[in-house]
């Protein structure tokens, strides 16, 4: 009787073992079918996807992947000339400016217009820029400390490649150490805009080596007004001679204030004057005269630079929503026209 009751209570517990074990293989089954069957769909979605993102340009984390197998490289470098004494005392006022804080103390040491509100204005221009014309290539020069640049999402996952470039080595080596090593397709180079030609690059993987590539947008952001006006038409030539698609700058209406009636949306075909009706009252060759580093309230429509305004496709404020300055944002379609004019700055202000 005893051994019965044994064999009976082992049975149970046996049992008992049994239904445990069965109940967590099936609990262990249902989660990794469910597991593969969210899988399935993952990869099932991701190929369907992929060439939509690809074909519409969109900066997309798979874009991402996917240009991370190239190498990039600037085909060409700007030299420091050891002989050119003008040259070395313009990068030892822009580094001075730089390492002291002199334009500002807080945030961006590149001035109060690089910081997120004073760039606010150019980050929503130019979302639409990148969307409206698929730009996938920059040249950023001056770049400065690059505070505002990569915020926006379509510079930050550029589909090719962000060139940084600027006078100044304490930026560029500051830039290089933030950057370098994470972003594969962002580049930082001392470039003197004045002297040394917009460069191409390169970019391979494995398979091939394309060079030669031209940048899609070049921006000169708050940077003519601080360049005596001989070198800022040297700059401008530069950039309209780049072979580059469009060129984004910061300019001063000529009657101080940016006016409601002139402006232009990109895609949009809003009437605008050739030039602004007060240029024939200024004197920007005397105006323009100033030490590099200091600043005057530069135009690109005027004398001696003589860019038509109605060839614009952007003339918006620069600071609209926080209204630190009255300066305008201008983007340009390179073409034709504008080569023949900067071809003219030789003898401009002499």
């Not at 500051?174 to 003197?192: A, E, G, I, P, V």
């Not at 001696?304 to 944002?329: T, Y």
Request: proline share 3%; glycine share 4%; net charge positive.
């Amino acid at each position: 009787m005893h051994s019965t009751k044994s064999y009976v209570s082992y049975l149970t517990r046996t049992t008992r073992s049994l239904l445990i074990i069965a109940t967590i293989i099936t609990i262990s089954i249902l989660i990794l079918y469910y597991f593969f069957a969210r899988l399935h769909v993952c990869i099932k979605f991701s190929l369907s996807t992929k060439p939509n993102l690809i074909n519409n340009a969109k900066h997309t984390q798979l874009e991402t992947i996917l240009s991370s197998s190239f190498i990039y490289s600037l085909d060409n470098e700007c030299k420091i000339d050891l002989n050119d004494s003008s040259l070395h005392i313009r990068k030892k006022e822009f580094d001075n400016i730089f390492e002291t804080g002199r334009w500002n103390t807080i945030g961006s040491r590149s001035g109060p217009g690089s910081s997120l509100e004073g760039a606010f204005d150019w980050l929503r221009h130019l979302r639409t820029l990148f969307e409206h014309y698929s730009i996938r290539s920059m040249g950023d020069i001056p770049c400065g400390d690059t505070y505002w640049q990569f915020s926006l999402r379509e510079i930050n996952t550029i589909e090719e490649l962000y060139f940084g470039g600027d006078i100044s080595l304490s930026v560029i080596k500051q830039n290089q150490k933030l950057y370098k090593t994470k972003h594969h397709n962002k580049l930082f180079q001392y470039w003197d805009i004045v002297n040394c030609p917009i460069p191409t690059f390169t970019y391979k993987n494995s398979t091939y080596e394309i060079n030669g590539n031209r940048f899609d947008l070049i921006i000169v952001r708050d940077a003519l007004q601080h360049m005596h006006i001989r070198n800022g038409l040297k700059a401008v030539r530069n950039v309209i001679m780049s072979g580059a698609k469009f060129f984004a700058l910061s300019t001063y209406p000529p009657n101080g204030r940016s006016s409601a009636s002139n402006t232009r949306s990109i895609g949009k075909n809003e009437s605008l004057p050739l030039i602004p009706t007060e240029c024939v009252n200024k004197t920007y060759c005397t105006y323009g005269a100033i030490k590099d580093g200091d600043w005057y309230a530069n135009n690109i429509n005027c004398y001696p630079f003589n860019f038509p305004l109605n060839k614009a496709i952007l003339v918006q404020q620069s600071h609209e929503k926080f209204g630190m300055e009255q300066d305008e944002m201008h983007i340009y379609k390179i073409d034709e026209e504008l080569k023949k004019i900067v071809e003219q700055y030789d003898n401009a202000c002499s």
